[in-house]
Every structure is written in C-alpha cells, then in structure tokens.
C-alpha cells in the first residue's frame, strides 16, 4: 500500500497545498513564500527521503508566523496519515548531525503520542533574524508543530553551535535523518511495533 498523503488546508491567514511520500528519494518542490523556511524544508525532505510537495501562501505582510507554523501543521497532519497504522516500521530512531560548528540530534517515537523537549540553544537564539524573515524561535514551534499533529515524541538537543543558520540547519537535518530511519519498514517487524498492539 502506498504511504502517501495529499492535504489542502485553508483559513484567513494561509492556504497550504502539500503532498508527501514516505518511500521516495527525497525529491522536493517547494514553496512557502518564506526563503529560509524552502531551504529549511527542501533539506527535511532530502534527508528523510521523503518526497515532499509544498504551495504555501499567506499574510506574510503581517508576518512569516502564519504560513510557517500552517505549513508544519499540513505536513505533521499528512506525515500521520501517510503512516497508517504504522504497521511494520522501525518507530524509534536518532540522529546527531553536523554542520560546521553546530552539532544537533534528534530522537524520535512514532509512538501516537505527541511529546517535545528542545534544549541547549543558545541564550538569544529565539530573537535572532534568519535570512530577513525567519526568526530563530521558529525552529521550536516548527518542530511542535509537526510532533503535535504527527503524534511523534521528539527530543531535540543542540550539542554545539554560534551561527544562527547553521543552528537551525542543522537541527532540521537531524529530525530529517531520524524521520528517515524511524518511519522506515523494518523486515523484522511482524505487525505494530507495541507491545499495545497500536500506535
């Protein structure tokens, strides 16, 4: 059965089109109307191996928020749905990725049960402008953002880093490649990875 999802979310402040396969190449089209989010989530897509689809427009003359936060709600929401009953995946997972002197890692539960714990930014991080529009308190709410309508547990540690972009670069890279691995069929795995008999 193919792990896909097609979703379009409207409301007064954005209009999300966006469609993801679980098992593609990491293949990406993507635009929010926000730059340095398109870098963000180009990456997100290439390094789970998620094919991933996204038309994204909203009040960005009032403020990026809208459309960023809108776009990782469609995205948690489709990801849940393209995993089904989540049957035969590997469902923990963790990653610690690098980019030049930042270094993050991200533990993730496909468990049902949304949960975030962020730690070790910097003091100021969340104030600082990233690429003109994207404040660094975004990557936070992102993350939630997705976890919360996934029903993922994500813990998500900074290890080290001084520039802003790299900081969060490298954070989205390490829930990448733990999504990658997490969401991934696991030939071992007869049935529903819990003990509960769902996820």
Sequence with gaps: MARTAHIVRKTSES???LSLDLDGTGKTQIDTSVPFYNHMMTALGKHSLIDLNIKASGDTDIDVHHTVEDTAI?????LRQALGDKRGIRRFADATVPLDEALAKAVIDISGRPYVVCSGEPEGFEYCMIGGHFTGSLVRHVMESIALHAGICLHLQLLAGRDPHHIAEAEFKAVA??????IEPDPRVDGIPSTKGAL
């Design 15 to 17: 209009t999300i089109d």
């Design 74 to 78: 469609v995205f948690g929401e489709a």
């Design 177 to 182: 490649r733990a999504l990658r691995f997490a």
